[in-house]
Every structure is written in C-alpha cells, then in structure tokens.
C-alpha cells in the first residue's frame, strides 16, 4: 500500500498563524480533526492518519500549541476565537463541507461550531465527549471516590502538598486518561507540544478541577438542534464517562455510540485499530 499524500502549510488567524497537515488525497468531505486538551496538539492523534486510505484527513494545532504560534495573550483562549480560528482554516483550504472529529475539549469545539456554521457539516464523531462541565465534575469526582482512600484523603484536603497533588494526578490519569503501560511517541510528542497557558486558561490546573473559561459550557439543552448523523465514543475507564455519552447520545436526534472496552481517555491510542474500523464505517455510511 502507498503512503498517503501529505502536505504541511500555515494559515493566519486572530493571534498569530496556525499550522496544518493534509493526509491523503481529497474526496470531497474530508475528516478535519480537532485535538483535545485546550491545548493538546494533533500529534496525539496520529493514529487517524490511517483514515487517510479513504480520503483526505486535516490535522492540525490550534493556536497556542504544538506546531502553532504561542501568544502570550490569556484574552484569545475563549471558545469563539477557536471556532472562528476553524472557520478561517477551512476557508484557507476550500473546504465547504466536512466530517468533524473532535477529542474531549475538541468535541466541545465540534458542538459549537456546528451551531454557528451548521451548513459546513456532514457528520460528527465526537470522541470521549465533553459536553458539559458540571456533568465532568460530577464524573470525575465519582471516580476520585474509587481511589485508595490516602488518594481522596488529598482530593478532600485544601492544603494538600504539590507532591500529593502530583501523586493524586499521576494515578487519576494512569486510570481514566492512558492505561497503556508504554507511552506512545505520539503522546508524548503532544506533551511536549503542550500548550499549558491555554489548558490552565480554559480549563483549570488539572483534569477533574474546571475554573478557566469552560468551567460553565453545557450544551446538553442544545443537542436536539443537531441534525447531521453522529458517532459518540467513550472508553470504559474514561473520564468522559460511559454513562455520560450515554445520555449526549439519547439526546441526539441521529446517533451512535460504543464504547471502547480496554480504554480510558484514548481510544485511538488504547484500541487503535477497533477505533480505525469503528469510525471507517461511520464515515462510509454518511
């Protein structure tokens, strides 16, 4: 099999200019992915690239992050800005109409730039979706509940050192995050793309504490208005519950869901070539 044709480029947005990558040759409706984090660059998500057999797949990193210039502004890191920054991207590229994949935060931008330009969608997969902070909060502190009890003893405890704090997250994350034991080099060449002005702007210090400017997003009241097809996926360890997307899903007029039975956070990573199979026949059937 040959390898897909891939070209890099750059395209200027409010802020600063943001890098992409085509994989593949354009069939039309191509797969734009939309990383997670705020500020978890597309080189976590390399394994889509073997969509790129099927047809074109956009990769790239939102600004702030990876690839992408690094302003050190906070007042960019708001939710329209970044949908804004996708619009001028898809412009930039002649795209009229896409399919949408979006990781945790990037399911978040997939919502909401529906909403604002519902014509440019064709369908959605939104992977370990993250459609409202305080359902989020509510998971994860369920989940902190399951830890060893010296674990949520320092959840509970206002004063807690940073190196309890470290501990707590370092075993959060090996559970509901990556269960893998070896890191791929895709995770890690996102971490040290990591924008982490963005993430602690938008988000909070860690992943179960939102405060930053998407500690009050909810568009579970909005699902209802969507009417492309979409294929909701989770992992059983996920902290984008299973039991979450299970209700994001009922609420869509036209979705899917499954559930990936050996993976947290990244089903790409954890259960890589299910996860191809999976979204190749969603994507052949819209």
Excluded at 44 to 70: H, I, K, M, T, W
Excluded at 102 to 114: E, I, K, N, Q
Excluded at 168 to 181: G, Q
Aim: charged share 25%; proline share 6%.
């Amino acid at each position: 099999m040959s390898t897909p044709v891939a070209e890099d480029g750059r395209v200027q947005v409010e802020g600063g200019s943001i890098w992409y990558r085509l994989v593949g040759e354009n069939d039309g409706h191509p797969v734009v992915t939309l990383h997670g984090g705020p500020g978890y660059p597309s080189a976590s998500l390399q394994p889509l690239e073997a969509l790129a057999s099927d047809g074109q797949v956009v990769f790239y990193d939102q600004l702030g992050c990876g690839n992408s210039d690094r302003p050190d502004d906070p007042s960019l890191w708001t939710v329209k800005r970044y949908v804004d920054e996708l619009e001028r991207l898809l412009r930039h590229l002649d795209l009229a109409e896409v399919h949408l994949l979006g990781h945790s935060w990037g399911t978040m931008l997939a919502v909401d730039f529906y909403m604002a330009h519902p014509q440019s969608v064709r369908s959605m997969v939104l992977v370990s979706p993250a459609l409202s902070a305080s359902r989020w909060k509510q998971d994860c502190e369920r989940l902190i509940s399951q830890l060893p009890p010296d674990l949520r003893a320092i959840h509970a405890d206002p004063d807690a050192s940073k190196d309890d704090i470290d501990r707590l997250k370092s075993e959060f994350m090996s559970r509901h995050f990556l269960r893998l034991k070896h890191e791929p080099e895709s995770h890690k060449r996102a971490m040290e793309g990591f924008g982490e002005q963005v993430y602690l702007t938008m988000w909070g210090p860690n992943e179960f504490t939102p405060t930053g400017v998407l500690e009050d997003y909810e568009r579970v009241d909005d699902l209802s208005d969507i009417e492309v097809p979409v294929l909701l996926l989770c992992g059983r360890y996920d902290e984008a519950t299973p039991e979450s997307t299970h209700l994001y899903t009922s609420l869509l007029p036209n979705a899917e869901m499954k559930v990936f039975e050996n993976s947290a956070h990244n089903a790409f990573l954890e259960d890589a070539d299910e996860f191809i199979t999976t979204v190749r026949r969603f994507l052949a059937s819209t």
